[in-house]
C-alpha cells in the first residue's frame, strides 16, 4: 500500500528530522521503546503520516507512542513528533496532487471477473487543491465565486421581502397581543362595575322606597287624592283642584286649567254682539 513505501531521504535531512534527544526508560528492555526505535518510528511517521500506522511499523502501539508524547522528559520527542507530521502532511499534499491529476484507478468487472480498470477523477479534490495552492484565482473571493449584479438584486429583493414578511407578522402579533390586553382590561373594567352595582343594589332599592313613600306622604297631607295604589306614583289630580306644581307657562290639556277642570262649552254657535 502507498503508506508502506519508505521515502529515500539525504542524510542532511534525515539528520534534520531525527535530530532530538530521546526519551528515557526507567528500566529500558529491548522490546520496548528503545532510542533506535523511537527514531524509527518518527521517520515512519514522517514517512505515512498516520500513528498507529506508524508505531505498527516499529512493532509498537499507538498508545505507547502517545504515553512517550506526554512523558516529563518527552519535550524534544514531542517536537520531532511534530516536524514528522508536518513532512507526513506534505506527503498527502503530494497524493493529493497525483490523485487529482492522475485519477484513481478503478477495476471494470464482467461476470464477475476483473477485466481491465478505469480512471476515475474527483472533480471535488481537484477544486480543493486549486483552491488551497491557487486561493486567488479558485479562492471564495475569485471572481468565479463573484455573483452577477442581476443575482445579486434578486437576492436582495428577496431578503428584503423575507424582513418586510417578518416584520410585518411581529407587527401582527404586537397588536394581538395588545388587543388581548385591552379586551382583559375591559372586562375586568366590566366585572368590577357589575360587583359595584350588585353591592350597592340593596341600598339604592332602600332609597327609592323611601323617596316614594315621602312622594306619597306629601301627597296624602296636601289632600290631593285618598288611598292610592302604591304602584301609581302619579295619579290624575281631582277635579278643580289646583296642582300645587303648576309652573308659570304650563301647557295644560284640552278641557283643564290652573284651577283644574274648566266648566263646559255652551252648545251652538257663539253669537257676537256690539
Given at each position: 500500500m502507498i503508506h508502506n513505501l519508505r521515502i529515500v531521504r539525504t542524510p542532511a535531512q534525515r539528520a534534520k528530522l531525527l535530530?532530538?534527544?530521546?526519551?528515557?526508560?526507567?528500566k529500558p528492555r529491548s522490546d520496548g521503546w528503545t532510542p533506535e526505535r523511537q527514531r524509527a518510528f518518527v521517520e515512519a511517521l514522517a514517512d505515512c503520516g498516520i500513528v498507529s500506522r506508524?508505531?505498527?511499523?516499529?512493532?509498537?502501539?499507538s498508545e505507547g507512542a502517545y504515553a512517550l508524547r506526554r512523558h516529563p522528559h518527552g519535550r524534544s520527542?514531542?517536537?520531532?513528533w511534530t516536524r514528522a507530521q508536518d513532512v507526513g502532511v506534505?506527503?498527502?499534499s503530494d497524493l493529493a496532487f497525483e490523485r487529482a491529476i492522475e485519477g484513481v484507478p478503478?477495476?471494470?468487472?464482467?461476470?464477475?471477473?476483473v477485466v481491465g480498470e478505469r480512471r476515475w477523477f474527483d472533480n471535488r479534490l481537484l477544486m480543493y487543491v486549486l483552491r488551497h495552492n491557487d486561493p486567488d484565482r479558485y479562492g471564495t473571493g475569485s471572481p468565479a465565486y463573484r455573483l452577477s449584479p442581476a443575482t445579486v438584486a434578486k437576492l436582495r429583493a428577496e431578503w428584503e421581502q423575507e424582513r418586510l414578511m417578518a416584520e410585518s407578522a411581529k407587527r401582527k402579533s404586537r397588536h394581538?397581543?395588545?388587543s388581548a390586553r385591552l379586551e382583559g382590561l375591559y372586562q375586568n373594567i366590566l366585572a368590577r362595575e357589575q360587583a359595584e352595582w350588585e353591592r350597592a343594589a340593596p341600598e339604592r332599592e332602600r332609597k327609592e322606597r323611601e323617596a316614594h313613600e315621602a312622594r306619597l306622604a306629601e301627597r296624602a297631607a296636601v289632600g290631593l287624592?285618598?288611598?292610592v295604589d302604591p304602584l301609581n306614583l302619579r295619579p290624575p289630580l281631582p277635579p278643580h283642584i289646583?296642582?300645587?306644581h303648576a309652573k308659570p307657562g304650563h301647557e295644560w290639556p284640552r278641557g283643564w286649567g290652573p284651577q283644574g277642570r274648566l266648566p263646559p262649552e255652551p252648545d251652538g254657535p257663539a253669537i257676537r254682539t256690539f
Open positions: 535530530a532530538f534527544k530521546p526519551v528515557p526508560r526507567e506508524a508505531a505498527k511499523m516499529v512493532g509498537m502501539s520527542f514531542s517536537d520531532a506534505q506527503r498527502l478503478v477495476p471494470v468487472y464482467y461476470q464477475g471477473q394581538k397581543d395588545l287624592f285618598g288611598p289646583p296642582s300645587p
